[in-house]
């Protein structure tokens, strides 16, 4: 699989991060990728360096969002912005390194809460 950076990606969450008022989100510490050739039915991913990392390593938590190219281009600009908004909030709000899993004592990440976040900032 090959990888490279997304800074059109990037630009887009930075966006995004302001428009939904995620202040919880230290926007430095998000990095976008796209992905080639990955075999996987994703759209796209999060993932985290945890606080293990911080720990041990000294390193702030990050965040990486890769966009599956394959799928992730053909989507219209909606839905990109859908997904984009999906992977955001897998980020807690301590903004730990850790994701949230789509079902949680006190959240919960489906269409439902993107629709609803989305319609609140277009």
Same mark, same amino acid.
């Given at each position: 699989m090959k *990888?490279?950076? &997304? !800074?059109?990606?990037?630009? #887009? #969450?930075?966006?995004?991060?302001?428009?939904?008022? $995620?202040?919880?989100? /230290?926007? %430095? /510490? #998000?990095h976008?990728?796209?992905? *080639?050739? &990955?075999?996987t039915? &994703?759209?796209?991913?999060?993932?985290g360096? !945890?606080? @293990? $990392?911080?720990?041990?390593?000294?390193?702030e !938590? =990050?965040y990486?969002i %890769?966009?599956n190219?394959?799928?992730?281009d053909?989507l219209?600009?909606?839905?990109?912005l859908?997904?984009?908004i =999906?992977?955001?909030?897998h980020?807690?709000?301590? $903004?730990?390194g &850790? @994701? @949230?899993? =789509?079902?949680?004592? *006190?959240?919960?990440?489906n269409n439902?809460?993107?629709?609803? @976040?989305f319609?609140? #900032? $277009?």
């Open positions: *990888y490279s950076k &997304a !800074p059109e990606i990037k630009l #887009i #969450i930075d966006d995004l991060i302001d428009k939904l008022k $995620f202040s919880y989100i /230290n926007k %430095e /510490n #998000i976008c990728i796209r992905s *080639y050739d &990955a075999k039915r &994703a759209i796209a991913r999060i993932w360096i !945890p606080k @293990l $990392f911080k720990d041990v390593l000294g390193m !938590p =990050h990486i %890769e966009v190219a394959k799928r992730f053909k219209s600009e909606k839905e990109k859908k997904t984009l =999906h992977e955001l909030l980020i807690p709000k301590t $903004f730990s &850790a @994701l @949230l899993s =789509h079902k949680g004592r *006190y959240h919960r990440i439902r809460v993107v629709e609803k @976040l319609n609140s #900032i $277009f």
